[in-house]
DNA sequence: AACGTGTGTATAATTACGTCA
DNA sequence: GTTGACGTAATTATACACACG
């Protein structure tokens, strides 16, 4: 496997190097340092030094990011959920760039989270968007048991309050936010699946009302063909004709012009053939 | 068979903007 | 009128699977 693609990102390029000045006593692995290289937990500004400590040291414990940076990081999350107890420590998907704007989750709504040290350090940052243009977004895998729980919980309603938020990020040891983004992604994804099954329903009935329109058609035709076919004004027999229900109407003539004896303007065709439709079969359509 | 690479897909995360209390 | 919370829509970016040479 090659290098990930974040590892050309500037903030793993500094990385990179900086590794590369000890890496030289360690082994020449490029994949080791490709996974070096996915920590972007915290770099330190100061140039040519890479330093994974320096923000941290008020918060968490050391000795997990000491051991976590030289994971992948979704895997690292992984084992970091099953081996560590809730909320023991900083959440390992920092997103980097995505606090600057939005500060929802360092409402009061979580500050007691253990991630508030993730978001001290991303408040703390949040001043430097230079600083913060470094550090590209990790991208957290959810495991097996995180999407169910979640799709669980969205079969049972689909938008959450803010305590149900909480309660479900306690319990996948997730971000708030995390769940949020979860919830507004399987939002639009349903949003999505229901309107390609809507446009595949429209695309049905247009099918079926091109082939309607089209059989019409086809009968419109036939029926002027036997028109053409028949001589004018041939008197129609009586026993032909038939009455439109709605509008009273014989065959294109009035019950009033059919009473008077009036010859018709239009001669009605004969009755055609029995396979073909009869406008008088169906009122509306006739008149 | 193993490896590197390009590509497509799924989806987490971000951003912009609208609505509402 | 302003603000903050929350929603959607659009978009970006990443992880991963897979085909191919």
């Excluded at 990102?9 to 590369?20: E, F, I, P, Q, Y």
């Excluded at 979580?110 to 968007?129: F, H, Q, Y």
């Excluded at 959450?160 to 040891?173: F, S, V, Y």
Aim: glycine share 6%.
């Amino acid at each position: 496997m090659g290098l990930p693609d974040s590892a050309t990102s500037h903030s793993d390029l500094h990385l990179v190097l900086g590794l590369a000045l000890r890496g030289a006593a360690e082994a020449d692995d490029s994949e080791t340092a490709a996974k070096k290289g996915s920590s972007n937990f915290m770099v330190s500004s100061g140039g040519g030094e890479p330093s994974l400590t320096l923000a941290l040291s008020g918060g968490g414990d050391s000795s997990t990011w000491q051991v976590a940076k030289n994971i992948d990081v979704n895997k690292v999350c992984e084992d970091y959920y099953l081996t560590s107890s809730p909320h023991s420590g900083v959440s390992c998907f920092s997103s980097g760039s995505g606090r600057v704007k939005r500060e929802r989750d360092l409402s009061s709504e979580d500050l007691a989270e253990p991630e508030a040290v993730d978001r001290v350090i991303s408040s703390s940052r949040a001043s430097d968007e230079d600083e913060d243009a470094t550090n590209s977004r990790k991208k957290l895998r959810l495991t097996k048991e995180q999407s169910a729980l979640l799709e669980e919980s969205f079969k049972q309603h689909s938008t959450l309050n803010p305590k149900q938020k909480q309660a479900l990020a306690r319990q996948l040891n997730l971000r708030p936010r995390q769940v949020e983004v979860w919830f507004q992604n399987r939002r639009a994804r349903t949003k999505l699946k229901q309107t390609e099954v809507d446009c595949e329903f429209l695309k049905k009935c247009c099918e079926t009302l091109t082939d309607e329109n089209r059989r019409l058609q086809k009968e419109v035709q036939e029926l002027k063909a036997l028109k053409l076919a028949q001589p004018l004004y041939m008197p129609m027999p009586a026993a032909t004709l038939t009455m439109c229900p709605s509008c009273e109407r014989l065959g294109g003539v009035s019950v009033s012009d059919a009473a008077s004896n009036k010859t018709p303007l239009i001669s009605m065709a004969p009755k055609p053939p029995h396979h073909l439709y009869n406008p008088f079969t169906n009122p509306s359509a006739a008149c």
